[in-house]
Protein backbone atom coordinates (compact mmCIF):
# COMPACT_ATOMS: atom_id res chain seq x y z
CA UNK A 1 0.00 0.00 0.00
CA UNK A 2 2.68 2.39 0.79
CA UNK A 3 4.57 1.56 -2.38
CA UNK A 4 1.29 2.34 -4.20
CA UNK A 5 0.35 5.51 -2.89
CA UNK A 6 4.05 6.84 -3.32
CA UNK A 7 3.83 5.97 -7.15
CA UNK A 8 0.45 7.43 -7.50
CA UNK A 9 1.04 10.54 -6.24
CA UNK A 10 4.72 11.06 -7.77
CA UNK A 11 3.59 10.02 -10.88
CA UNK A 12 0.75 12.78 -10.85
CA UNK A 13 3.63 15.11 -10.00
CA UNK A 14 5.05 13.81 -12.73
CA UNK A 15 2.67 14.79 -15.39
CA UNK A 16 1.97 18.35 -13.93
CA UNK A 17 6.10 18.93 -14.19
CA UNK A 18 6.32 17.60 -17.50
CA UNK A 19 3.17 20.18 -18.79
CA UNK A 20 4.74 23.04 -16.88
CA UNK A 21 8.34 22.55 -18.43
CA UNK A 22 6.76 22.40 -22.17
CA UNK A 23 7.01 25.88 -22.77
CA UNK A 24 10.96 26.01 -21.92
CA UNK A 25 12.11 23.29 -23.52
CA UNK A 26 13.75 23.60 -26.97
CA UNK A 27 13.29 20.30 -27.97
CA UNK A 28 9.79 18.70 -27.72
CA UNK A 29 9.09 14.98 -25.93
CA UNK A 30 7.77 12.12 -26.83
CA UNK A 31 4.71 11.60 -24.56
CA UNK A 32 3.91 7.62 -24.52
CA UNK A 33 1.63 5.19 -22.65
CA UNK A 34 4.04 3.53 -19.92
CA UNK A 35 2.50 0.01 -20.59
CA UNK A 36 2.44 -0.44 -24.29
CA UNK A 37 5.45 2.02 -25.69
CA UNK A 38 3.27 3.61 -28.28
CA UNK A 39 4.24 7.44 -28.96
CA UNK A 40 1.77 9.46 -28.73
CA UNK A 41 3.70 12.59 -29.90
CA UNK A 42 4.91 12.44 -33.31
CA UNK A 43 6.96 15.56 -33.12
CA UNK A 44 10.13 13.81 -31.00
CA UNK A 45 12.99 14.20 -32.99
CA UNK A 46 13.08 11.39 -35.42
CA UNK A 47 16.43 9.85 -36.46
CA UNK A 48 18.65 11.05 -39.68
CA UNK A 49 17.66 9.48 -43.12
CA UNK A 50 19.85 6.54 -44.11
CA UNK A 51 21.69 6.08 -41.95
CA UNK A 52 23.72 2.40 -42.11
CA UNK A 53 22.84 -0.48 -39.28
CA UNK A 54 25.88 0.25 -37.67
CA UNK A 55 25.40 3.97 -36.70
CA UNK A 56 21.40 2.92 -35.76
CA UNK A 57 22.65 0.50 -33.02
CA UNK A 58 25.38 3.32 -31.90
CA UNK A 59 23.17 6.13 -32.05
CA UNK A 60 20.29 3.70 -30.14
CA UNK A 61 22.58 3.09 -27.20
CA UNK A 62 23.34 6.57 -27.32
CA UNK A 63 19.92 7.78 -26.94
CA UNK A 64 18.68 5.17 -24.42
CA UNK A 65 20.27 7.16 -21.65
CA UNK A 66 17.15 9.43 -22.19
CA UNK A 67 14.52 8.07 -20.25
CA UNK A 68 12.50 11.15 -20.58
CA UNK A 69 8.88 9.82 -21.58
CA UNK A 70 9.45 6.02 -21.11
CA UNK A 71 12.66 6.46 -23.60
CA UNK A 72 10.95 7.77 -26.35
CA UNK A 73 14.73 8.96 -28.00
CA UNK A 74 15.48 5.24 -28.19
CA UNK A 75 12.17 4.06 -29.13
CA UNK A 76 12.83 6.31 -32.57
CA UNK A 77 15.31 3.51 -33.91
CA UNK A 78 13.27 0.55 -33.45
CA UNK A 79 10.45 -0.67 -35.67
CA UNK A 80 7.28 -0.27 -34.87
CA UNK A 81 6.09 -3.64 -33.11
CA UNK A 82 9.60 -3.57 -31.10
CA UNK A 83 9.11 0.52 -30.51
CA UNK A 84 5.42 -0.86 -28.86
CA UNK A 85 6.40 -3.93 -27.28
CA UNK A 86 10.03 -2.46 -25.45
CA UNK A 87 9.08 -2.29 -21.84
CA UNK A 88 12.96 -2.71 -20.34
CA UNK A 89 13.67 -3.76 -16.95
CA UNK A 90 15.06 -1.65 -14.13
CA UNK A 91 18.21 -2.99 -14.80
CA UNK A 92 20.61 -0.21 -16.39
CA UNK A 93 24.46 -1.14 -18.10
CA UNK A 94 26.89 1.45 -18.15
CA UNK A 95 29.76 0.71 -20.73
CA UNK A 96 32.97 2.97 -21.55
CA UNK A 97 32.51 5.69 -24.26
CA UNK A 98 34.85 3.73 -26.32
CA UNK A 99 32.41 1.02 -27.73
CA UNK A 100 32.45 -0.90 -30.82
CA UNK A 101 29.42 -1.54 -33.54
CA UNK A 102 30.27 -4.36 -36.11
CA UNK A 103 28.21 -6.66 -38.34
CA UNK A 104 28.09 -9.83 -37.01
CA UNK A 105 30.15 -12.92 -38.72
CA UNK A 106 29.03 -16.76 -38.64
CA UNK A 107 26.96 -19.32 -39.95
CA UNK A 108 23.72 -18.40 -38.02
CA UNK A 109 23.55 -15.30 -39.84
CA UNK A 110 20.12 -14.34 -41.39
CA UNK A 111 19.00 -15.64 -44.87
CA UNK A 112 16.99 -12.54 -45.39
CA UNK A 113 19.06 -9.73 -47.09
CA UNK A 114 16.97 -7.42 -45.49
CA UNK A 115 18.54 -8.64 -42.09
CA UNK A 116 21.74 -7.58 -40.49
CA UNK A 117 23.13 -8.43 -37.23
CA UNK A 118 24.85 -6.26 -35.18
CA UNK A 119 27.07 -6.23 -32.29
CA UNK A 120 27.70 -4.00 -30.12
CA UNK A 121 31.46 -4.58 -28.13
CA UNK A 122 32.99 -2.85 -25.20
CA UNK A 123 33.73 -2.71 -21.75
CA UNK A 124 31.04 -2.80 -19.13
CA UNK A 125 32.16 -0.32 -15.98
CA UNK A 126 28.98 -1.24 -13.99
CA UNK A 127 25.20 -1.04 -13.56
CA UNK A 128 22.77 1.18 -12.41
CA UNK A 129 20.24 -1.23 -9.71
CA UNK A 130 17.04 -1.09 -9.43
CA UNK A 131 17.17 0.68 -6.39
CA UNK A 132 19.33 3.64 -8.65
CA UNK A 133 22.67 2.70 -6.70
CA UNK A 134 25.43 2.50 -9.18
CA UNK A 135 27.29 -1.40 -9.01
CA UNK A 136 30.98 -1.23 -9.93
CA UNK A 137 31.61 -4.22 -12.49
CA UNK A 138 34.66 -4.21 -14.98
CA UNK A 139 33.99 -6.77 -17.82
CA UNK A 140 33.89 -7.53 -21.51
CA UNK A 141 30.17 -6.34 -22.51
CA UNK A 142 28.62 -7.01 -25.65
CA UNK A 143 24.98 -7.24 -27.26
CA UNK A 144 23.60 -8.75 -30.21
CA UNK A 145 20.52 -6.58 -32.49
CA UNK A 146 18.96 -7.52 -35.05
CA UNK A 147 18.19 -4.77 -37.80
CA UNK A 148 16.03 -5.18 -40.50
CA UNK A 149 15.14 -2.87 -43.21
CA UNK A 150 11.71 -1.01 -43.00
CA UNK A 151 9.75 -0.60 -46.09
CA UNK A 152 10.57 3.16 -46.48
CA UNK A 153 13.95 2.16 -47.03
CA UNK A 154 14.93 2.20 -43.34
CA UNK A 155 17.26 0.55 -40.87
CA UNK A 156 15.40 0.11 -37.71
CA UNK A 157 16.41 -2.39 -34.54
CA UNK A 158 13.99 -5.54 -33.88
CA UNK A 159 15.01 -7.02 -30.57
CA UNK A 160 16.03 -4.13 -28.15
CA UNK A 161 17.61 -5.64 -24.70
CA UNK A 162 15.80 -6.22 -21.98
CA UNK A 163 18.03 -4.25 -19.91
CA UNK A 164 19.02 -0.72 -21.44
CA UNK A 165 22.70 0.02 -22.13
CA UNK A 166 24.22 3.29 -22.18
CA UNK A 167 27.86 5.16 -22.69
CA UNK A 168 29.08 6.47 -19.14
CA UNK A 169 29.15 10.17 -20.74
CA UNK A 170 25.21 9.84 -21.94
CA UNK A 171 24.52 8.25 -18.52
CA UNK A 172 26.16 11.20 -16.33
CA UNK A 173 24.74 13.79 -18.65
CA UNK A 174 21.79 12.28 -18.30
CA UNK A 175 21.41 11.24 -14.52
CA UNK A 176 22.27 13.17 -11.52
CA UNK A 177 23.87 11.55 -8.17
CA UNK A 178 22.72 12.68 -5.35
CA UNK A 179 23.55 11.35 -1.89
CA UNK A 180 20.03 10.01 0.09
CA UNK A 181 20.62 10.34 3.84
CA UNK A 182 20.12 7.90 6.03
CA UNK A 183 20.93 6.88 10.07
CA UNK A 184 23.65 5.01 11.00
CA UNK A 185 22.74 1.84 13.23
CA UNK A 186 22.89 2.46 16.65
CA UNK A 187 23.73 6.70 16.82
CA UNK A 188 22.40 10.18 14.73
CA UNK A 189 25.10 9.86 12.37
CA UNK A 190 23.62 10.91 9.37
CA UNK A 191 24.76 8.94 6.04
CA UNK A 192 24.55 9.47 2.36
CA UNK A 193 23.75 6.54 0.05
CA UNK A 194 24.84 7.27 -3.13
CA UNK A 195 22.27 6.98 -5.96
CA UNK A 196 21.21 8.12 -9.10
CA UNK A 197 17.89 9.89 -10.49
CA UNK A 198 16.81 10.94 -13.76
CA UNK A 199 17.91 14.82 -14.72
CA UNK A 200 14.52 15.16 -16.78
CA UNK A 201 12.00 16.55 -16.57
CA UNK A 202 13.64 19.05 -14.08
CA UNK A 203 10.65 20.01 -12.36
CA UNK A 204 9.90 16.50 -11.27
CA UNK A 205 13.71 15.89 -10.11
CA UNK A 206 12.47 16.51 -6.43
CA UNK A 207 9.65 14.16 -6.52
CA UNK A 208 12.21 11.38 -7.52
CA UNK A 209 14.82 12.29 -4.88
CA UNK A 210 11.60 12.49 -2.01
CA UNK A 211 10.78 9.04 -3.34
CA UNK A 212 13.66 7.69 -3.20
CA UNK A 213 13.96 8.78 0.67
CA UNK A 214 10.81 6.70 1.67
CA UNK A 215 11.71 3.71 -0.13
CA UNK A 216 14.15 3.18 2.08
CA UNK A 217 18.31 2.34 2.42
CA UNK A 218 19.80 0.94 -0.78
CA UNK A 219 20.13 -3.00 -1.14
CA UNK A 220 23.95 -2.58 0.03
CA UNK A 221 23.51 -0.65 2.87
CA UNK A 222 20.28 -2.11 4.38
CA UNK A 223 21.42 -3.28 7.90
CA UNK A 224 24.06 -0.53 7.84
CA UNK A 225 21.72 2.57 8.16
CA UNK A 226 17.72 2.79 9.07
CA UNK A 227 15.82 5.45 8.07
CA UNK A 228 13.22 7.54 10.98
CA UNK A 229 10.30 7.36 8.28
CA UNK A 230 8.13 4.31 9.16
CA UNK A 231 7.32 1.77 7.04
CA UNK A 232 3.94 3.61 5.83
CA UNK A 233 4.95 7.25 5.28
CA UNK A 234 3.99 8.69 2.03
CA UNK A 235 2.87 11.62 -0.38
CA UNK A 236 -0.33 13.10 0.27
CA UNK A 237 -0.60 14.79 -3.34
CA UNK A 238 2.29 15.88 -5.17
CA UNK A 239 5.79 17.75 -4.24
CA UNK A 240 5.05 20.83 -6.02
CA UNK A 241 6.52 24.56 -5.94
CA UNK A 242 4.21 27.12 -4.09
CA UNK A 243 3.38 30.49 -5.07
CA UNK A 244 5.93 32.12 -2.64
CA UNK A 245 8.72 29.93 -3.65
CA UNK A 246 8.89 27.25 -1.22
CA UNK A 247 9.05 23.38 -2.52
CA UNK A 248 6.07 21.83 -0.80
CA UNK A 249 6.76 18.37 0.87
CA UNK A 250 3.41 17.37 1.78
CA UNK A 251 3.97 14.14 3.80
CA UNK A 252 1.53 11.41 5.07
CA UNK A 253 1.90 8.70 7.97
CA UNK A 254 4.42 10.67 10.03
CA UNK A 255 1.92 12.66 12.37
CA UNK A 256 2.43 10.30 15.62
CA UNK A 257 6.60 10.50 15.79
CA UNK A 258 8.01 12.09 18.62
CA UNK A 259 9.14 16.09 18.27
CA UNK A 260 13.05 14.85 18.31
CA UNK A 261 11.96 11.95 15.09
CA UNK A 262 10.21 14.31 13.37
CA UNK A 263 13.27 16.42 13.60
CA UNK A 264 15.49 13.76 12.51
CA UNK A 265 13.16 12.85 9.48
CA UNK A 266 13.58 16.72 8.22
CA UNK A 267 17.22 16.21 8.34
CA UNK A 268 16.88 13.03 5.85
CA UNK A 269 14.43 15.41 3.48
CA UNK A 270 16.00 18.44 3.26
CA UNK A 271 19.32 17.03 2.84
CA UNK A 272 19.07 14.89 0.40
CA UNK A 273 16.87 17.52 -1.48
CA UNK A 274 19.69 20.08 -1.30
CA UNK A 275 21.31 18.17 -3.84
CA UNK A 276 18.50 19.29 -6.34
CA UNK A 277 17.09 21.96 -5.00
CA UNK A 278 18.68 26.00 -3.43
CA UNK A 279 14.53 26.63 -2.67
CA UNK A 280 13.09 26.69 1.02
CA UNK A 281 11.66 22.91 1.66
CA UNK A 282 8.16 23.03 3.49
CA UNK A 283 7.81 19.78 5.10
CA UNK A 284 4.20 19.15 6.21
CA UNK A 285 2.29 16.51 7.63
CA UNK A 286 -1.36 15.82 7.05
CA UNK A 287 -1.22 19.45 6.25
CA UNK A 288 0.40 20.72 8.91
CA UNK A 289 3.99 21.76 9.97
CA UNK A 290 5.99 18.05 10.19
CA UNK A 291 8.01 20.10 12.88
CA UNK A 292 5.49 22.78 15.00
CA UNK A 293 6.77 26.46 14.40
CA UNK A 294 9.40 25.21 11.86
CA UNK A 295 7.52 24.66 8.09
CA UNK A 296 10.09 26.38 6.10
CA UNK A 297 13.74 24.20 5.91
CA UNK A 298 16.95 25.32 4.58
CA UNK A 299 19.91 22.81 4.61
CA UNK A 300 21.70 25.57 7.20
CA UNK A 301 18.56 25.21 9.57
CA UNK A 302 19.22 21.11 10.34
CA UNK A 303 21.88 20.72 13.09
CA UNK A 304 25.06 18.95 12.55
CA UNK A 305 24.32 14.91 12.83
CA UNK A 306 28.00 14.26 11.67
CA UNK A 307 29.82 15.80 14.95
CA UNK A 308 30.45 12.21 16.48
CA UNK A 309 32.01 11.08 12.72
CA UNK A 310 34.45 14.65 12.75
CA UNK A 311 37.69 14.96 13.93
CA UNK A 312 37.58 18.26 16.12
CA UNK A 313 39.65 20.88 14.86
CA UNK A 314 41.84 21.13 17.95
CA UNK A 315 42.97 17.41 16.78
CA UNK A 316 45.74 18.05 14.06
CA UNK A 317 46.62 14.49 13.40
CA UNK A 318 49.87 12.48 14.41
CA UNK A 319 52.27 10.29 12.73
CA UNK A 320 54.24 7.29 13.75
CA UNK A 321 58.25 7.86 12.56
CA UNK A 322 61.18 5.04 13.77
CA UNK A 323 58.62 3.73 16.20
CA UNK A 324 57.62 6.70 17.83
CA UNK A 325 54.26 8.75 17.24
CA UNK A 326 55.11 12.27 16.82
CA UNK A 327 52.49 15.15 16.63
CA UNK A 328 51.69 16.70 12.99
CA UNK A 329 51.38 20.08 14.71
CA UNK A 330 55.00 20.34 15.16
CA UNK A 331 56.85 17.08 14.73
CA UNK A 332 57.53 16.58 18.59
CA UNK A 333 57.30 13.69 20.24
CA UNK A 334 54.21 12.78 21.61
CA UNK A 335 53.60 12.16 26.25
CA UNK A 336 53.78 8.81 27.51
CA UNK A 337 55.56 5.77 26.71
CA UNK A 338 54.17 5.68 22.52
CA UNK A 339 55.96 8.62 22.17
CA UNK A 340 59.40 8.48 24.16
CA UNK A 341 60.16 4.78 22.84
CA UNK A 342 58.62 2.77 25.58
CA UNK A 343 57.14 0.13 22.42
CA UNK A 344 58.44 0.26 18.91
CA UNK A 345 55.44 1.32 17.22
CA UNK A 346 54.86 0.17 13.52
CA UNK A 347 51.26 1.59 13.50
CA UNK A 348 48.12 3.91 15.43
CA UNK A 349 44.82 5.06 15.39
CA UNK A 350 43.63 8.00 17.49
CA UNK A 351 39.95 7.77 18.32
CA UNK A 352 37.65 10.51 16.81
CA UNK A 353 37.46 12.41 20.16
CA UNK A 354 41.28 12.53 20.50
CA UNK A 355 41.24 10.59 24.23
CA UNK A 356 42.75 7.32 22.96
CA UNK A 357 45.55 5.83 20.98
CA UNK A 358 45.64 2.37 19.16
CA UNK A 359 49.24 0.78 18.65
CA UNK A 360 50.88 -1.77 16.83
CA UNK A 361 54.13 -2.11 18.63
CA UNK A 362 56.51 -5.26 17.27
CA UNK A 363 57.88 -7.37 19.61
CA UNK A 364 59.74 -10.79 19.42
CA UNK A 365 59.14 -11.24 15.84
CA UNK A 366 55.24 -9.96 15.84
CA UNK A 367 53.28 -7.58 16.16
CA UNK A 368 50.36 -7.01 18.67
CA UNK A 369 47.73 -4.19 19.79
CA UNK A 370 48.18 -1.66 22.68
CA UNK A 371 45.23 0.69 23.40
CA UNK A 372 45.45 3.08 26.19
CA UNK A 373 44.70 6.97 26.94
CA UNK A 374 46.05 9.20 25.15
CA UNK A 375 50.07 9.67 27.10
CA UNK A 376 49.69 7.44 29.14
CA UNK A 377 50.57 3.21 29.20
CA UNK A 378 48.66 0.84 26.98
CA UNK A 379 47.09 -2.28 27.32
CA UNK A 380 48.28 -5.30 25.53
CA UNK A 381 45.68 -7.26 23.57
CA UNK A 382 46.90 -10.75 22.22
CA UNK A 383 45.20 -11.36 18.90
CA UNK A 384 47.44 -14.36 18.44
CA UNK A 385 48.85 -13.31 15.00
CA UNK A 386 51.88 -12.24 13.54
CA UNK A 387 50.96 -9.34 11.50
CA UNK A 388 48.54 -6.56 11.93
CA UNK A 389 46.93 -3.78 10.14
CA UNK A 390 47.27 -0.29 11.00
CA UNK A 391 44.10 -0.18 13.57
CA UNK A 392 40.86 2.07 13.16
CA UNK A 393 38.58 3.35 15.34
CA UNK A 394 34.82 2.79 15.35
CA UNK A 395 32.84 6.26 16.22
CA UNK A 396 31.81 6.63 20.10
CA UNK A 397 28.94 4.69 20.49
CA UNK A 398 28.90 4.18 24.06
CA UNK A 399 26.86 6.62 26.69
CA UNK A 400 30.10 8.40 28.36
CA UNK A 401 31.42 9.34 24.79
CA UNK A 402 34.19 7.16 25.53
CA UNK A 403 35.09 5.33 22.26
CA UNK A 404 35.31 1.18 22.78
CA UNK A 405 35.86 -0.37 19.65
CA UNK A 406 38.94 -0.79 17.53
CA UNK A 407 39.61 -2.95 14.11
CA UNK A 408 42.53 -4.63 12.92
CA UNK A 409 43.18 -7.32 10.56
CA UNK A 410 45.47 -10.34 11.68
CA UNK A 411 47.57 -12.21 9.23
CA UNK A 412 45.76 -10.40 6.39
CA UNK A 413 43.13 -13.09 6.78
CA UNK A 414 40.73 -12.61 10.37
CA UNK A 415 39.06 -9.11 10.47
CA UNK A 416 38.93 -8.50 14.26
CA UNK A 417 36.81 -5.83 16.39
CA UNK A 418 38.39 -5.44 19.93
CA UNK A 419 35.78 -4.58 22.74
CA UNK A 420 36.40 -2.68 25.81
CA UNK A 421 35.20 -5.20 28.47
CA UNK A 422 33.12 -3.61 31.91
CA UNK A 423 36.11 -4.40 33.81
CA UNK A 424 38.20 -1.83 31.19
CA UNK A 425 39.93 -4.46 29.57
CA UNK A 426 39.69 -4.87 25.94
CA UNK A 427 38.75 -8.46 23.97
CA UNK A 428 38.86 -9.33 20.49
CA UNK A 429 35.56 -10.57 18.50
CA UNK A 430 35.89 -12.51 14.93
CA UNK A 431 33.61 -9.80 12.02
CA UNK A 432 32.28 -12.35 9.59
CA UNK A 433 34.18 -11.05 6.20
CA UNK A 434 34.16 -14.47 4.09
CA UNK A 435 32.77 -12.34 0.95
CA UNK A 436 35.88 -9.80 1.25
CA UNK A 437 38.02 -12.56 1.92
CA UNK A 438 36.96 -14.89 -1.17
CA UNK A 439 38.62 -12.11 -3.57
CA UNK A 440 41.84 -12.42 -1.21
CA UNK A 441 43.93 -11.47 1.92
CA UNK A 442 43.54 -7.63 3.20
CA UNK A 443 46.51 -5.13 3.97
CA UNK A 444 44.63 -2.31 4.64
CA UNK A 445 40.74 -1.32 6.59
CA UNK A 446 39.67 1.93 7.56
CA UNK A 447 36.20 1.93 8.90
CA UNK A 448 34.40 4.68 7.99
CA UNK A 449 34.19 7.88 10.45
CA UNK A 450 30.42 6.99 10.71
CA UNK A 451 31.24 3.20 11.48
CA UNK A 452 28.89 2.49 8.50
CA UNK A 453 31.30 1.15 5.91
CA UNK A 454 34.36 -0.31 5.43
CA UNK A 455 37.36 0.65 3.30
CA UNK A 456 39.71 -2.04 2.65
CA UNK A 457 42.70 -3.02 0.15
CA UNK A 458 42.61 -6.49 -1.02
CA UNK A 459 45.31 -7.93 -3.10
CA UNK A 460 46.29 -4.40 -4.45
CA UNK A 461 43.09 -3.45 -5.11
CA UNK A 462 40.62 -0.88 -3.22
CA UNK A 463 37.56 -2.37 -2.14
CA UNK A 464 34.24 -1.27 -0.08
CA UNK A 465 32.26 -3.05 2.25
CA UNK A 466 28.92 -2.06 4.55
CA UNK A 467 28.97 -2.75 7.74
CA UNK A 468 26.07 -4.78 9.07
CA UNK A 469 25.48 -5.17 13.10
CA UNK A 470 22.77 -7.32 14.30
CA UNK A 471 22.32 -8.20 17.88
CA UNK A 472 25.21 -11.29 18.11
CA UNK A 473 26.91 -10.37 14.74
CA UNK A 474 29.11 -8.02 12.53
CA UNK A 475 29.15 -9.01 8.86
CA UNK A 476 31.04 -6.98 6.06
CA UNK A 477 28.81 -7.29 3.51
CA UNK A 478 28.16 -6.45 0.05
CA UNK A 479 32.17 -5.94 -0.85
CA UNK A 480 32.42 -3.87 -4.25
CA UNK A 481 36.07 -3.31 -6.36
CA UNK A 482 36.33 0.20 -7.30
CA UNK A 483 37.38 1.20 -10.56
CA UNK A 484 38.58 -2.65 -10.99
CA UNK A 485 41.14 -3.41 -13.96
CA UNK A 486 42.37 0.35 -14.26
CA UNK A 487 42.87 1.18 -10.21
CA UNK A 488 45.73 -1.33 -8.96
CA UNK A 489 48.99 -1.36 -6.72
CA UNK A 490 47.15 -0.14 -4.06
CA UNK A 491 49.13 0.62 -0.63
CA UNK A 492 46.74 2.24 1.75
CA UNK A 493 43.46 4.50 1.84
CA UNK A 494 41.40 6.73 3.88
CA UNK A 495 38.18 8.69 4.52
CA UNK A 496 38.53 11.99 2.55
CA UNK A 497 34.50 12.59 3.47
CA UNK A 498 31.81 9.73 4.09
CA UNK A 499 30.79 8.97 0.11
CA UNK A 500 34.75 9.47 -1.29
CA UNK A 501 38.36 7.97 -0.25
CA UNK A 502 41.44 8.95 -1.64
CA UNK A 503 44.12 6.35 -1.93
CA UNK A 504 48.11 5.52 -2.77
CA UNK A 505 49.49 3.44 -5.16
CA UNK A 506 52.82 2.27 -6.51
CA UNK A 507 52.27 3.37 -10.12
CA UNK A 508 54.19 6.00 -10.99
CA UNK A 509 51.19 7.83 -13.29
CA UNK A 510 48.98 7.77 -10.43
CA UNK A 511 50.72 7.79 -7.31
CA UNK A 512 47.25 8.99 -5.59
CA UNK A 513 43.19 8.94 -6.69
CA UNK A 514 40.45 10.10 -5.70
CA UNK A 515 37.35 7.72 -5.61
CA UNK A 516 33.52 7.90 -4.67
CA UNK A 517 32.64 5.29 -2.60
CA UNK A 518 30.78 3.42 -5.59
CA UNK A 519 33.54 3.54 -8.15
CA UNK A 520 32.01 5.67 -11.01
CA UNK A 521 34.59 7.74 -11.57
CA UNK A 522 38.40 7.82 -10.51
CA UNK A 523 40.24 11.63 -10.02
CA UNK A 524 44.23 11.00 -10.29
CA UNK A 525 45.98 13.87 -8.06
CA UNK A 526 48.84 16.29 -9.66
CA UNK A 527 51.86 13.85 -9.06
CA UNK A 528 54.45 17.02 -9.38
CA UNK A 529 56.83 17.29 -6.29
CA UNK A 530 56.10 13.32 -5.40
CA UNK A 531 58.82 10.72 -5.76
CA UNK A 532 56.98 7.54 -6.48
CA UNK A 533 56.06 5.31 -4.56
CA UNK A 534 53.69 6.67 -2.39
CA UNK A 535 53.47 4.56 0.56
CA UNK A 536 51.23 6.02 3.00
CA UNK A 537 48.34 8.53 3.05
CA UNK A 538 45.29 9.96 5.58
CA UNK A 539 42.80 12.46 4.90
CA UNK A 540 39.57 13.90 6.53
CA UNK A 541 36.44 16.26 6.60
CA UNK A 542 37.79 19.59 6.00
CA UNK A 543 41.78 18.74 6.21
CA UNK A 544 44.28 19.08 4.13
CA UNK A 545 45.31 15.46 2.69
CA UNK A 546 48.87 14.10 3.39
CA UNK A 547 51.31 11.17 1.76
CA UNK A 548 54.26 9.86 2.47
CA UNK A 549 56.98 8.71 0.17
CA UNK A 550 60.56 8.89 0.28
CA UNK A 551 61.15 12.31 0.25
CA UNK A 552 58.93 12.91 3.05
CA UNK A 553 55.42 14.41 3.91
CA UNK A 554 53.20 16.20 1.33
CA UNK A 555 50.25 18.03 1.77
CA UNK A 556 47.55 19.31 -0.85
CA UNK A 557 43.97 19.82 -0.96
CA UNK A 558 42.56 19.09 -4.07
CA UNK A 559 43.54 16.89 -7.19
CA UNK A 560 44.82 20.06 -9.53
CA UNK A 561 47.03 21.35 -6.73
CA UNK A 562 51.31 20.72 -6.76
CA UNK A 563 52.44 18.80 -3.55
CA UNK A 564 53.56 21.07 -1.07
CA UNK A 565 55.96 19.69 1.54
CA UNK A 566 54.48 19.49 5.29
CA UNK A 567 55.42 21.83 7.66
CA UNK A 568 57.11 19.12 9.40
CA UNK A 569 58.28 16.65 6.96
CA UNK A 570 60.79 13.88 8.79
CA UNK A 571 62.96 12.84 6.16
CA UNK A 572 63.01 9.44 8.02
CA UNK A 573 59.90 6.85 6.83
CA UNK A 574 56.83 8.71 8.39
CA UNK A 575 53.39 7.39 8.61
CA UNK A 576 50.80 10.07 8.97
CA UNK A 577 47.22 9.54 10.11
CA UNK A 578 44.51 11.51 11.55
CA UNK A 579 41.84 10.70 14.31
CA UNK A 580 39.64 8.01 13.00
Known amino acids: ?14 LLAGCATVPDESQPVAVQHQELGQIANPDVQQPPRDIDPLTVVRDFVEASAQPVSNNAAARTYLDDAAAKAWQPGKLMNVIDDQFNTVYAAGSDLP ?3 SEVVVVVRGTALGRLAADSSFIPSKNPYELRLLVRKQADGQWRVTNPPANIVMPYSEFTANYVRVPIYFFAQD ?86 LQAVTTSRVRLLSDGNALVPGHEDWLPSDVPSYTSLASPSADQPGLMVVNGRIRSLADGSAIPGPVGQGAYDVTSAAQSIDGRQLAVVDKANGREQLRIGAYGAAAQQVDLFGGTLTRPTWRPTATADGTAGEVWTVVDGSSVVRVLRTPDGGWAGQAV ?16 SRDGTRAAMVVNGQLMVASVVRTQDSVTLRSPRILQQGTLSGVVDVDWLSQDTLVAATTLPSQPVVKVPIDGLRMDTFNSSNLTPPVYAITAAP ?7 DDGGLWTASDVGEVWRPHPHSLRAHAAPFYPG
Do not use: F
Request: glycine residues 10%.
Open 187 to 272: SNTIVPDLRYVAGKPQLGLPARVVSMVLSGPSDQMVGAVHSLLPDDAGIEGNVTMTPDGALMVPLTGVGDQTPEVKKLIAAQIVLS
Open 542 to 548: GRPIIVA
Open 1 to 14: MRRARIVAALAAGL
Open 432 to 447: NAEEVLSVGQISVLRL
Open 111 to 113: ANP
